[in-house]
Protein backbone atom coordinates (compact mmCIF):
# COMPACT_ATOMS: atom_id res chain seq x y z
CA UNK A 1 0.00 0.00 0.00
CA UNK A 2 1.42 3.13 -0.99
CA UNK A 3 2.61 5.62 1.91
CA UNK A 4 3.22 9.47 2.13
CA UNK A 5 5.73 10.60 4.18
CA UNK A 6 5.61 14.59 4.86
CA UNK A 7 8.83 16.24 6.87
CA UNK A 8 10.07 20.03 6.34
CA UNK A 9 8.04 21.17 9.56
CA UNK A 10 9.27 23.33 12.61
CA UNK A 11 9.56 26.69 14.13
CA UNK A 12 9.63 30.15 11.76
CA UNK A 13 9.38 33.86 12.98
CA UNK A 14 6.72 35.91 10.99
CA UNK A 15 8.19 36.67 7.85
CA UNK A 16 10.00 33.32 7.48
CA UNK A 17 9.76 30.87 4.94
CA UNK A 18 9.47 26.50 5.05
CA UNK A 19 9.88 24.10 2.80
CA UNK A 20 7.79 20.94 2.99
CA UNK A 21 8.24 17.79 1.17
CA UNK A 22 6.42 14.94 0.83
CA UNK A 23 7.49 11.95 -0.29
CA UNK A 24 5.53 8.39 -1.84
CA UNK A 25 6.44 5.26 -1.59
CA UNK A 26 5.68 4.17 -5.16
CA UNK A 27 6.25 5.44 -8.61
CA UNK A 28 2.77 5.53 -9.65
CA UNK A 29 2.97 8.62 -7.27
CA UNK A 30 3.67 10.56 -10.91
CA UNK A 31 0.32 9.09 -11.96
CA UNK A 32 -1.65 11.45 -9.39
CA UNK A 33 -3.05 14.48 -8.18
CA UNK A 34 -1.22 15.49 -4.86
CA UNK A 35 -2.30 17.97 -2.17
CA UNK A 36 -1.43 19.88 0.80
CA UNK A 37 -3.85 20.41 3.59
CA UNK A 38 -3.46 21.95 6.83
CA UNK A 39 -5.69 21.43 10.39
CA UNK A 40 -5.43 23.36 13.47
CA UNK A 41 -7.19 21.99 16.73
CA UNK A 42 -9.51 24.82 16.07
CA UNK A 43 -10.59 24.66 12.40
CA UNK A 44 -11.46 21.67 10.34
CA UNK A 45 -8.88 20.35 8.01
CA UNK A 46 -8.26 23.00 4.84
CA UNK A 47 -7.12 22.81 1.58
CA UNK A 48 -4.06 24.31 0.86
CA UNK A 49 -2.72 23.37 -2.52
CA UNK A 50 -2.46 20.79 -5.19
CA UNK A 51 -1.63 20.09 -8.53
CA UNK A 52 -2.22 17.44 -11.16
CA UNK A 53 0.62 14.75 -12.44
CA UNK A 54 2.58 17.06 -14.69
CA UNK A 55 2.31 20.07 -12.19
CA UNK A 56 0.80 22.18 -15.23
CA UNK A 57 -2.24 22.48 -12.95
CA UNK A 58 -3.12 24.42 -9.50
CA UNK A 59 -4.87 25.25 -7.41
CA UNK A 60 -4.47 27.30 -3.95
CA UNK A 61 -6.22 28.33 -0.55
CA UNK A 62 -6.50 32.55 -1.28
CA UNK A 63 -4.91 33.21 1.70
CA UNK A 64 -1.91 31.55 0.45
CA UNK A 65 -1.67 32.67 -3.57
CA UNK A 66 1.41 34.47 -4.18
CA UNK A 67 3.20 33.06 -0.70
CA UNK A 68 3.00 29.64 -0.86
CA UNK A 69 4.24 27.53 -4.21
CA UNK A 70 3.22 23.45 -4.81
CA UNK A 71 5.43 21.94 -7.04
CA UNK A 72 6.68 18.20 -7.55
CA UNK A 73 9.80 16.47 -8.74
CA UNK A 74 8.00 12.87 -10.27
CA UNK A 75 11.73 11.34 -10.55
CA UNK A 76 11.61 12.02 -6.80
CA UNK A 77 8.25 10.91 -6.16
CA UNK A 78 8.01 14.01 -3.86
CA UNK A 79 5.77 16.96 -4.08
CA UNK A 80 7.23 20.14 -2.09
CA UNK A 81 5.15 23.10 -0.41
CA UNK A 82 7.79 26.15 -0.50
CA UNK A 83 6.22 28.63 2.43
CA UNK A 84 6.92 32.27 1.91
CA UNK A 85 6.00 35.50 4.32
CA UNK A 86 4.35 33.38 7.11
CA UNK A 87 2.62 34.50 9.77
CA UNK A 88 0.92 33.56 12.92
CA UNK A 89 -2.37 32.29 10.90
CA UNK A 90 -0.66 30.01 8.73
CA UNK A 91 0.60 27.54 12.26
CA UNK A 92 -1.23 24.86 11.82
CA UNK A 93 -0.29 20.73 10.86
CA UNK A 94 0.13 19.92 7.22
CA UNK A 95 -0.90 16.76 5.46
CA UNK A 96 0.02 15.47 2.15
CA UNK A 97 -2.75 13.66 0.25
CA UNK A 98 -2.54 11.51 -3.02
CA UNK A 99 -5.77 12.13 -5.15
CA UNK A 100 -7.91 9.42 -5.43
CA UNK A 101 -7.37 7.61 -9.04
CA UNK A 102 -10.46 9.08 -10.37
CA UNK A 103 -9.29 12.70 -10.10
CA UNK A 104 -7.39 14.20 -12.55
CA UNK A 105 -7.35 17.85 -12.24
CA UNK A 106 -6.55 19.84 -8.92
CA UNK A 107 -9.68 19.92 -5.97
CA UNK A 108 -9.89 21.40 -2.60
CA UNK A 109 -12.55 18.34 -1.40
CA UNK A 110 -10.53 16.19 1.51
CA UNK A 111 -13.03 13.36 0.36
CA UNK A 112 -11.45 13.57 -3.35
CA UNK A 113 -7.87 12.09 -1.88
CA UNK A 114 -7.38 8.56 -0.46
CA UNK A 115 -4.10 8.49 1.18
CA UNK A 116 -2.87 10.51 3.93
CA UNK A 117 0.80 11.18 5.67
CA UNK A 118 1.04 11.59 9.28
CA UNK A 119 1.14 15.63 8.81
CA UNK A 120 3.89 18.20 9.80
CA UNK A 121 4.06 20.84 12.18
CA UNK A 122 4.61 24.29 11.28
CA UNK A 123 4.49 26.81 14.01
CA UNK A 124 4.90 30.83 12.86
CA UNK A 125 5.54 32.73 16.11
CA UNK A 126 4.29 36.60 15.87
Known amino acids: QVQVVESGGGLVQAGGSLRLSCTAS????????MGWFRQTSEKEREFVAA????????AYLDSVKGRFTISRDNAKNTVYLQMKSLNPEDTAVYYC???????????????????WGQGTQVTVSS
Open 97 to 115: ARGRESLVVPSSLPSEYDT
Open 26 to 33: ERTFRNYV
Open 51 to 58: LNWRGAAT
